[in-house]
């Protein structure tokens, strides 16, 4: 017994041993560089993160029918790359593990044009990994756009965060290993909105939608269907338009003939703006209420706040939320400074999705995708510009609020950018469906 | 929401859009059919006529002003576009003529892009034409009833040039044979700048008059050509009178559709087109072998 006292045994030396090993895996940085390391090739790794900087492929709409939007986002994600590089309270307020780049490696970016086509999209980001060895894809204003970049995320391995997309296939039955979403959707867009348009105008009312003609569309259709119909609502036409549609007249003259209460207009960009428009050139606005359930970036402005004032909305973020939490006031007094005007969803989204793969991957501590993945999964609560989120590890959707507003009518306004008023702020877990509902397999790590 | 107070009512919007799909229309089917130049950029100068209207529009806020302004900018564009680019390539292959013409649309909307940005812009109709009118089977747009008749104004104008007039007759001869007009002795290429820019001036004029229809953004043109060429194809290329009966026929078809079923009221278009193609490859109008 003495003995054993004055000289280490072969067992305390193997107790030492895997204790000290057991306490670095639990300090969860160095196990999974350890196994990265013994790891073959995957995708662009590691020859995307060989050098002192890492590479993320933008593909976003700058010409179409979402360029306005597809602006709004690229700024949303200039301001992110910009603070991980510097190593910005916010993004540290985000990704507590952040101080300059990720994991020390500066981080640059490409940009293209994606004009809100799926096959442009994923043309220009085969470019980035080929020749610039993305180590992350983000873009996107069109769910066709997202589906279509998740699908060669998962055939290239290579990351991908989405940028504004309102489908629900794009974590439902279109969800990939190696895609992301931060942003609310078609399922939780209704059933935030619902109540409070059903409390509003009361039960058994008839709704004539306006639909693009894409996954999007179709998806927060019948989401909005499916929600208002537990309160008796009724659609008594759905008038399916293609994505850009040059005018709207003979899709109105059926929603004027419907003899509906409501008119929910699912069209987005410059389509919501033309159809919005129209519709109250076509007298039906006097007629209808008009909701939104998915709000358009720069719609109030485009259309005029007078037609905009009294609508309600479900959307992501709005600036004013900045009287409601410290991250968001951070967030736009500091995209003001930079772009000159009050960020918008789009913006917000693109800023909080790459602050949410910097802090995966510096939590992963390295960028070996499918432990970077695991850490997406891992649950971790992270502070965000709307309070406390998480990715839901089943489906890769960012649980999170949803944000009903109003419109202002103009003498309700503070400044000319004050178009909404927040009425309520949904907390997300109750708005989601199961993980399973929409027929999520979210494929291999490998 | 088949029923005959919204079948009428589709009818009658099918001529409102027809009327502005024809007046577009013409203007690339007199070009093509006289110059043989299939000018992509046509769809460009439509939103350029919106364009330079808006910014008279903006400057005197007079709806005649900018539709003066919206034509007359894209006559002078036209001529340029025809002195500077177009004449070099009347003798090239039509490959190259549709090259130059896109790359033509692709500068002119970006330098839209450039000074505008890609929000739209709003033309607003003149006072005594806003607002709604009843017409007994729906309420409808006053300014929409109106444009059907700036239009067909501007139509019967076209068709008196081409039609009774000198040039018109001259033109139409360089539609049948050209080569013969020059023969002749008349400078068919002074000809030839006159009929861009008259082609040009039409697409300008229903940029700007079809502008407080629809808000103004760079790619406004780009939907709108695509229907142009169907409509040309459909009434006869380089067939004005196919113009006109192809866009009638185009937009009653996009309206009755959606009537029955929204989501094809433009796949139905391009059914249309594909089997006029089938059965009468030179369109309805059009001269055989001009297909």
Not at chain 1, 150 to 176: F, H, M, P, W
Not at chain 1, 317 to 326: A, Q, R
Not at chain 2, 128 to 139: D, H
Request: hydrophobic content about 45%; some cysteine.
């Amino acid at each position: 017994m003495s003995n054993s006292k004055q000289s280490p045994t072969r067992r305390d030396f193997m107790r030492l041993g895997l204790g000290a090993a057991g306490g670095l895996a639990m300090s969860g940085g160095f196990i999974p560089r350890v196994f990265a390391a013994d790891q073959p090739p995957i995708g662009t790794w590691p020859a995307g993160m060989s050098g002192n900087s890492v590479f993320i492929g933008i593909a976003v709409p700058r010409t179409g029918t979402y360029a306005v939007q597809g602006e709004d986002e690229l700024k949303g994600w200039q301001l992110a790359v910009e603070h991980l590089n510097s190593g910005h309270p916010l993004m540290q307020k985000i990704s507590p593990r952040t101080k300059k780049g990720v994991l020390g490696k500066e981080v640059k970016y490409g940009v293209a044009d994606s004009a809100a086509k799926p096959n442009d999209a994923v043309q220009a980001e085969q470019r980035f990994i080929t020749e610039n060895k993305a180590v992350l894809m983000t873009g996107s204003t069109s769910s066709a756009v997202a589906v279509a970049l998740n699908k060669l995320a998962q055939r290239e391995k290579v990351l991908y965060v989405t940028g504004i997309s309102g489908s629900n296939d794009t974590t439902g039955k279109d969800c990939v290993r190696y895609g992301f979403r931060q942003n609310f959707y078609g399922q939780t867009a209704a059933a935030a909105i619902g109540p409070v348009i059903v409390k509003a105008y009361g039960k058994n009312k008839k709704v004539a939608y306006l639909t693009p003609d894409y996954t999007y569309g179709h998806t927060v259709t019948k989401s909005c269907q499916d929600y208002l119909a537990t309160a008796g609502w009724s659609t008594v036409t759905n008038q399916v338009a293609p994505l850009g549609a040059p005018d709207y007249s003979s899709y109105l003259l059926n929603v004027a003939n419907s003899g509906a209460d409501v008119l929910i207009n699912v069209n987005w960009g410059h389509d919501a703006v033309l159809s919005t428009q129209q519709a109250q050139r076509f007298g039906i606005l006097d007629k209808m209420k008009l909701v939104i359930p998915y709000q358009i970036p720069f719609l109030a402005p485009e259309v005029g706040n007078n037609l905009t004032a009294g609508v309600y909305a479900a959307t992501d973020f709005w600036w004013t939320l900045e009287d409601k939490f410290p991250l968001a006031k951070m967030f736009v007094d500091e995209f003001r400074k930079k772009f000159g005007y009050n960020p918008e969803w789009g913006a917000n989204n693109a800023y909080m999705s790459f602050a949410m793969w910097a802090d995966a991957v510096e939590n992963a501590g390295t960028f070996y995708p499918p432990d970077v993945i695991k850490s997406f999964e891992a649950g971790r609560k992270l502070q965000s510009t709307v309070g406390e989120v998480y990715i839901r590890k089943e489906d890769h959707q960012c649980v999170r609020p949803v944000i009903i507003v109003q419109g202002k009518k103009q003498s309700e306004m503070k400044n000319k950018e004050d178009f909404w008023n927040v009425l309520e702020i949904v907390p997300g877990e109750g708005l989601m469906q199961k993980p399973d509902a929409f027929g999520c397999k979210l494929g291999d790590y490998t | 929401m088949i029923n005959w107070a919204n079948f009428i009512s589709q009818v009658f919007n099918g001529l409102a859009l027809g009327a502005l799909l024809a007046l577009i229309s013409s203007g690339l089917t007199i070009i093509y059919g006289t110059l043989g130049v299939l000018n992509l950029a046509h769809g460009a100068m439509f939103m350029l006529g919106g364009y330079a209207g808006f910014v008279a529009y903006q400057a005197t806020g007079s709806y005649i002003v900018a539709v003066a302004a919206g034509s007359l900018a894209l006559l002078v564009l036209g001529i340029l576009m025809e002195r500077v680019i177009i004449r070099h390539f009347y003798g090239r292959p039509h490959e190259d003529q549709l090259l130059v013409t896109f790359g033509l649309s692709i500068c002119f909307v970006e330098l839209v892009r450039f000074f505008f940005g890609s929000e739209s812009r709003n033309v607003a109709p003149p006072g005594p034409l806003s607002g709604v009118v009843s017409l007994g089977f729906a309420i409808y747009p006053t300014y929409r009833v109106a444009l059907m008749g700036i239009v067909a104004v501007a139509l019967v104008v076209l068709f008196l040039v081409l039609y009774r007039t000198r040039l018109g007759m001259i033109v139409r001869a360089g539609i049948e044979d050209a080569v013969m007009v020059d023969s002749l002795g008349i400078d068919v290429y002074r000809v030839f700048m006159v009929v861009f820019g008259i082609g040009a001036m039409a697409a300008g004029f229903a940029g700007i008059v079809n502008a407080p229809v629809v808000s103004l953004t760079p790619e406004v043109g780009e939907a709108i050509l695509v229907q142009t060429f169907v409509v040309v194809v459909i009434g006869g290329v380089g067939s004005f009178p196919g113009a006109v009966l192809g866009g009638l026929i185009a937009g009653e078809i996009i309206s009755i559709t959606s009537m029955i079923n929204p989501g094809y009221a433009y796949v139905m278009l391009f059914a249309a087109m594909t089997l006029v193609l089938m059965l009468r490859p030179h369109g309805l109008l059009g001269t055989p072998g001009r297909e």
